[in-house]
């Protein structure tokens, strides 16, 4: 099965890294997409997502553009989907690919004045409300006002992100794909299982598949490259160091593609990669780690 592999841009705080130039580097090393996350969390260096995205894709052409994920509870409905209808506008209504989460505790709500219990409630309003609100149809808010959008766009590709209950829920009703992350691919495996029992009970098409995958890339082999991985990851999120084995992948471009490959093989169709270290050389190493992918019968 074909597999779209893509890049997440480069933190702000990275040294001698520029968003455009990073754009230009990823559509040389041959990858599919180019992602971003989303955060207002107080001190965090990383740039507005939507303005990156949209810089990155005004000096591209042929490569995808992602978030993994844009949180729309932490602006007004209105103005959340303002933002994604122009950013349809700007790169020609086919690039996009909405990924939509809900975030947590500490992705900024008080900077917004928001009650981050609400998150969910707020994220799934939207949802409701964005085909209504890009097609530029009269939409009833749930303030009782209504608002109408001018100039209409297309809807993006909807991937809801999460691996709880309740986003699996959430991407059987709204979702055209679900977007997992710290996930092995048997793990992905046995929640699109349940996936598609969701889907059938909300009488909806079963969402497409994608991840989220932390890749560390070498150009020899490193036996220690994916524990030292597995570690950082486990640190920064939370999880088990063999939970974090799990998902994570390391490797040479010959052992990342095999590991990509994996994802494939249980119906995966975009992996948004994470890379650690030297950006520009992680992301020619992964376009090689994608040549073999794609190389590979039925890739």
Do not use: N
């Not at 939970?243 to 119906?267: D, R, S």
Request: glycine share 10%.
């Amino acid at each position: 099965m074909a597999i779209d592999i893509g890049i997440f841009l480069p933190h702000v705080e990275l040294p001698k890294v520029e968003i455009r130039e990073a754009a230009y580097h990823a559509v040389d090393a041959e990858l599919d997409s180019l992602w971003c996350g989303d955060h207002l969390a107080r001190g965090v260096p990383v740039l507005d997502g939507m303005l990156v995205l949209a810089t990155a894709a005004a000096v591209t052409e042929c490569i995808d553009i992602g978030f993994a994920v844009y949180l729309p509870a932490l602006r007004s409905h209105v103005c959340a989907a303002k933002q994604i209808a122009t950013l349809q506008h700007l790169t020609g209504g086919d690039r996009l690919h909405l990924g939509v989460g809900v975030g947590d505790h500490d992705s900024g709500w008080d900077a917004v004045g928001l009650d981050p219990t609400t998150r969910g409630a707020r994220t799934d309003e939207f949802l409701q409300l964005l085909p209504s609100l890009l097609a530029g149809e009269p939409t009833d808010l749930p303030d009782g006002t209504t608002a109408q959008l001018a100039p209409a766009a297309p809807a993006p590709p909807v991937w809801i992100g999460g691996t709880s209950r309740a986003a699996l829920r959430r991407a059987a009703r709204y979702g055209d794909g679900w977007l997992a992350a710290l996930q092995s691919p048997a793990e992905i495996r046995a929640k699109s299982d349940l996936l598609r029992e969701l889907a059938e009970e909300q009488g909806r098409p079963v969402p497409r598949l994608a991840t989220v995958v932390h890749c560390a890339l070498t150009k020899r082999p490193d036996p220690t490259l994916g524990p030292s991985l597995a570690r950082e990851i486990a640190g920064t999120f939370g999880i088990s160091v063999e939970a974090a084995q799990g998902c994570v992948v390391a490797g040479t471009p010959g052992q990342v593609a095999e590991q990509l490959a994996a994802y494939a093989e249980v119906g995966v169709e975009k992996v948004a990669v994470a890379v650690s270290g030297d950006w520009h050389r992680a992301c020619d190493l992964l376009g090689e780690a994608r040549r073999l992918v794609v190389a590979e019968p039925g890739g």
